[in-house]
């Protein structure tokens, strides 16, 4: 599977999940709290990647770049509006980090 698979519509960022493995590097790399890793008791870390909060991606890539697995991938430019990196996006990055790369409870 290649990097410029085919990208589900409308959807800034998207993850294989048979091929994370729940590292969370993409988490911390995460400018805009766009990621959190969220519990999933089938995986072997007993988490798993989610895309929380996709009208926050700014697309800048650095989660695909920094994925060990190839398992993220973000929008091409061209076909998705990303988003302006917000305050609010910075705040929950931080709290997202944090709390050991989870969303707070009720964020």
Known sequence: MSSNMKAPENTPVWVN???CKACDKC???CPAGV?????EPSSTLGAMISVI???SCIG???CELT???FAIYVADKSEFK???????AKQR???ITNNKYRLPAGY
């Open 17 to 19: 999940t048979a091929r």
């Open 27 to 29: 988490v911390d790399v």
């Open 35 to 39: 990621l959190s890793m969220q519990p």
């Open 53 to 55: 909060a996709p009208e």
């Open 60 to 62: 800048c890539g650095e």
């Open 67 to 69: 994925c060990p697995d």
């Open 82 to 88: 990303f988003s302006k990196l917000t305050d609010a």
């Open 93 to 95: 990055a931080e709290a």
